[in-house]
């Protein structure tokens, strides 16, 4: 384990930020904080890293944080202002020279797609393009572990796909990542395991698939039904296919409809001779399990579909 935390709790006067928070990350993988504003996800990286005081137990690199080499980690915080009249080169040259042994600044620029940006201000370059010169500044030491408070935000989407690729290819190399993100599809795609953080709790840690598996719900299929349609017909005319179905005005939601039983919804559809205008499917993904353990009170999560989950739940 690269990282491992016993019980970690942090109290701002009368603000219990972390109750109580084990976790562990496995080199070579990734481990993604999720969690609304204000669950503590901030005050975890600190703590995790050295940067603020705790209560409880964690080893970094198999020390406690404070005593870790800092030339082992790249952390990128979440607020991080650089000098802004230094060039992008100028930057990783100077954050380099903190380190015995920095990495070449133009593989760094590479790295984080600003080759041909290498000689632009800081403060002349995009939101985005700044965020990824912050990446690149915590890369500059060839950190065994990375640590990334929000790297993508204010990235556009091809940026956040670039910067993807670069966390799989050093993944693939045996760098280990902590990164929070408040974007659904970056977690489901880069962790190994996600915790979701909710009121100072791990309310619930795991695999992106197996949290989808045990809170994410079923698929759904939704049609909306042509206007003239009387809906309340439409939806006993799916009812006998077995499958829950809900109408909220024109709209039909049919539960736990596997793809091929998609065929099945709309023969039964035709063969009552209702029309529809649109309909759309969805998997359930790791946004469904965020909304379904956030939006419910988090000190009582719904019941897990499965008796292994609650004994997580209980320890967690
Ligand atoms: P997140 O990163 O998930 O948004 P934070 O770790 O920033 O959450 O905050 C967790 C809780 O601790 C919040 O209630 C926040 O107001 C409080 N908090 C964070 N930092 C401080 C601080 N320096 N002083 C007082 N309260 C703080």
Redesign the pocket.
């Known amino acids: 384990m690269v990282l491992n935390a016993e019980n970690v709790r942090r109290e701002?006067g009368d603000?219990v930020?972390l109750d109580g928070v084990s976790l562990s990350v496995e080199q070579g993988s990734v481990f993604a904080l999720i969690?609304p504003?204000?669950?503590?996800?901030?005050?975890l990286i600190r703590s995790l890293t050295g940067t603020t005081e705790y209560e409880g137990e964690i080893e970094l690199l198999g020390e406690p944080p404070k005593r870790t080499d800092t030339q082992r980690i790249g952390l990128l915080p979440q607020s991080f202002d650089p000098p802004e009249r230094l060039t992008a080169r100028e930057l990783l040259e100077y954050y380099g020279g903190l380190y015995d042994d920095a990495r070449s600044v133009a593989d760094v620029l590479a790295d984080v797609g600003l080759g041909d940006k290498a000689d632009t201000w800081y403060e002349s370059l995009s939101g985005g393009q700044q965020r990824r010169v912050c990446v690149g500044i915590a890369l500059v030491n060839d950190p065994e572990l990375l640590v990334l408070d929000e790297p993508t935000t204010g990235i556009d989407p091809a940026g956040r796909r670039d910067l993807w690729r670069l966390l799989d290819r050093l993944t693939a190399d045996g760098t280990s990542v902590v990164l929070t993100t408040h974007y659904m599809d970056e977690a489901e795609y880069l962790a190994d395991r996600v915790g979701l953080?909710a009121d100072g709790s791990l309310v619930a840690t795991g695999p992106p698939q197996q949290l989808i598996e045990e809170y994410g719900g079923r698929s759904r299929l939704e049609v909306e039904v042509a206007e003239d349609v009387d809906a309340a017909a439409a939806q006993r005319a799916i009812e006998p296919i077995g499958t829950g179905v809900d109408t909220t005005g024109r709209t039909l939601t049919i539960q736990g409809v596997t793809p091929r039983a998609i065929g099945d919804v709309l023969d039964a559809l035709d063969h009552a001779g209702v029309e529809y205008d649109a309909l759309s499917w969805r998997q359930p993904d790791l946004e469904s399990v965020y909304l379904a353990l956030t939006e419910t009170d988090t000190d009582d999560p719904p019941a897990p579909d499965t008796g292994e989950r609650a004994e997580v739940l209980q320890s967690g």
């Open positions: 701002y603000t930020a969690g504003n204000g669950a503590g996800k901030t005050t953080l």
